[in-house]
């Protein structure tokens, strides 16, 4: 659903600030995805810095189901998928870029 929207002062503002924030949480993400991938480098354990500690451990992901496969096999018909399928609700959204 697209609209036109006269921006007023205040409105530019606010993109601006949420662009800005946007922007450097984006940074702040990626600097600590490589200091946790550092840490990782050490091995499973915990490991203490001055003021907080890392605890680094190994986790099995959950088992995923390919219902798509398993239905396939069952050959469904048409009228029964359509009958169990739900549209999606509709969200706004919002992304940032540069002007």
């Known amino acids: 659903m697209q609209s036109t ?37 050490e091995g499973v354990g915990k490991h203490a810095g001055f003021v907080f500690e890392a605890n680094v451990y190994s986790k099995t992901g959950a088992d995923k189901t390919d219902w798509e496969t398993i239905a396939k096999k069952l050959n469904p018909s048409y009228q029964l998928i359509a009958a169990h399928t739900k549209p999606g609700t509709e969200q706004v959204a919002i992304n940032f870029s540069k002007v």
């Open 5 to 41: 929207v006269t921006l007023t002062p205040s409105l530019f503002a606010l993109v601006d600030e949420a662009g800005a924030i946007h922007a450097e949480v984006a940074r702040l993400t990626k600097q600590l995805d490589a200091l946790k991938a550092r840490i990782k480098t």
